[in-house]
T-cell receptor, first 112, second 109 residues
Framework: DTAVSQTPKYLVTQMGNDKSIKCEQN?????MYWYKQDSKKFLKIMFS???????INETVPNRFSPKSPDKAHLNLHINSLELGDSAVYFC???????????FGQGTRLTVV | QQPVQSPQAVILREGEDAVINCSSS?????VHWYRQKHGEAPVFLMI?????EQKGHEKISASFNEKKQQSSLYLTASQLSYSGTYFC??????????FGTGTRLQVFP
């Protein structure tokens, strides 16, 4: 059983489109994150959710919106995709922020 | 706000040692260490929760100097499997895990 799973693994789309990335964790964790990893390999936090409540909303464009239908899921919706959105997006979860974080396999988004 | 790691890159021969440093301009409440192999997700190595704490994981260990707002990761007698990018991570006074700038480590036979 995969602890944190993301779909899709690869996503190629045109500028201006809207897309979603899904994330599910079966660890019973209370905290979930979205990270963006750019070509320089920096891992930048985008959002943090604790028990379905958005607790930190980073200064990301409001074209990006996290949606959590329940504690086990945190999906990422992106509107009006731009070339600069191309990156690998990782979902992660932890019991609380101070404990081990488990990552999904990542979604490589390419905007053409 | 992002912790800064040094060096940015390290090249080693098998059996050699390396030290990766993580420095913060803000007070650190805890330090995480992760390793990411090429094309894979980051994987947890260890957490240090208290200043002065040291931890070991096989031949990989770390220390946390709370006063200096620094942590160091020590890799002893490196193996090919140690290759990857190492990230420190920290939780400041908010509930979010922020990662450092990363250190790319390559081990050659």
């Amino acid at each position: 059983d995969t602890a944190v799973s993301q779909t899709p693994k690869y996503l190629v789309t045109q500028m201006g489109n809207d897309k979603s990335i899904k994330c599910e964790q079966n660890l019973g964790h209370d905290t979930m994150y979205w990270y963006k990893q750019d070509s320089k390999k920096f891992l930048k936090i985008m959002f943090s959710y604790n028990n379905k409540e958005l607790i930190i909303n980073e200064t990301v464009p409001n074209r990006f919106s996290p949606k959590s239908p329940d504690k086990a899921h945190l999906n990422l919706h992106i509107n009006s995709l731009e070339l600069g959105d191309s990156a690998v997006y990782f979902c992660a979860s932890s019991q609380v922020a101070y404990t081990e974080a488990f990552f999904g396999q990542g979604t490589r988004l390419t905007v053409v | 706000q992002q912790p800064v790691q040094s060096p940015q890159a390290v090249i080693l021969r098998e059996g050699e040692d390396a030290v990766i440093n993580c420095s913060s301009s803000k007070a650190l409440y805890s330090v995480h260490w992760y390793r990411q192999k090429h094309g894979e997700a980051p994987v947890f190595l260890m957490i240090l929760l208290k200043g002065g704490e040291q931890k070991g994981h096989e031949k990989i260990s770390a220390s946390f100097n709370e006063k200096k707002q620094q942590s160091s990761l020590y890799l002893t007698a490196s193996q090919l499997s140690y290759s990857g990018t190492y990230f420190c991570g920290t939780v400041y006074n908010t509930d979010k895990l922020i990662f450092g700038t990363g250190t790319r480590l390559q081990v050659f036979p």
